[in-house]
């Protein structure tokens, strides 16, 4: 079946903190996993990952595909509280379609 | 930027009327515009593909019949609920593709509908 699967649902940490979110996915042949943060309204695009192994970073957000064990993970350094969101990953198939995963909500308490 | 607009924003209608919320690309042009619903504290879920100048495209599950989608120009779609039910109470969002590269798929800000 076609799922894309978030964990944890939800996440609350301190300030400071880091975290690990974590996207997996069943089917192997897509072109690429995507993550986006959504705050009050639309998801904003933070990563496109294509190849395995190979880590993307963005300031304090950095994000790797592991197409071997079929999972993704978004990490989140030095935490603050305007990282509280739902971070969403989606998978490309390349036939335009996006599959959402379930989302994980993170809380960042000051 | 690319910048993709929805209107209205919020919208509370009543039961057994219908309701139309535009999806316009600001300053590109969208092949390819996609419908997304997405119900409290859940993902999003595609609803349909619309292309420029032809029929939607709708996911298993949805009915074209109950929720119209038109994309009459390269700068807009339309989705018309029509008959609306509370069950159709949701956050609607629609995303533009500017380019080839699907990850160039640009959100709009979303619309609550309410129905009552």
């Known amino acids: 079946e076609d799922k894309v699967v978030q964990s944890p649902l939800s996440l609350v940490v301190h300030e400071g903190d880091t975290v690990t979110l974590n996207c997996s996915y069943e089917v192997t042949n897509f072109r690429s996993l995507l993550w986006y943060k959504q705050e009050k309204k639309a998801p904003t695009f933070l990563f496109m990952l294509t190849s395995s192994g190979i880590e993307k970073k963005s300031g304090r957000l950095s994000s790797i595909l592991d197409k071997k064990e079929l999972f993704s993970i978004l990490n989140i350094t030095a935490t603050q509280t305007g990282d509280s969101a739902v971070y969403l990953c989606a998978r490309d198939f390349g036939n335009e379609k996006l599959t959402f995963g379930t989302g994980t909500r993170l809380t960042i308490i000051p | 930027g690319a910048v993709v607009s929805q209107h209205p924003s919020r919208v509370i209608c009543k039961s057994g009327t219908s309701v139309k919320i535009e999806c316009r690309s600001l300053d590109f042009q969208a092949t390819t515009m996609f419908w997304y619903r997405q119900f409290p504290k859940q993902s999003l879920m595609l609803m349909a593909t619309?292309?420029?100048?032809?029929?939607?495209?709708?996911e298993q599950g949805v009915e074209k019949d109950k929720f119209l989608i038109n994309h009459a120009s390269l700068t807009l779609s339309t989705l018309t609920v029509t008959s609306a039910h509370p069950e159709d109470s949701s956050f609607y969002i629609c995303?533009?593709?500017?380019?080839?590269?699907?990850?160039?798929?640009?959100f709009g800000p979303g619309t609550r509908l309410t129905v009552t």
């Open positions: 619309s292309n420029e100048g032809s029929k939607a495209t709708y």
């Open positions: 995303s533009a593709r500017r380019a080839a590269l699907s990850y160039e798929q640009y």
